[in-house]
């Protein structure tokens, strides 16, 4: 999971986007989930995201698998 202990994570920005508002539509109407993004004052473009007081363990049943094509093979991975 990308979060604020991770050391470098290089991704294109529409990569970025696209993942973390995938997540944010399946959590935004669970009130029991705390999902943050901030965004560039600027820019409007999305920044950090993270889970704000919600464990890895009460989201892993409301997401799907993370896909990812690389050189046209299809990785994915659990969550």
Known sequence: MIDSGTTLVLLPYKVYEGLM???AKKVKKDPTVSFVCTRDGKTNDLGACYFNNTRCVDITDKL???RFIFGGIVYEIKI
């Open 64 to 66: 799907e698998p993370m």
């Open 21 to 23: 508002m995938g997540i």
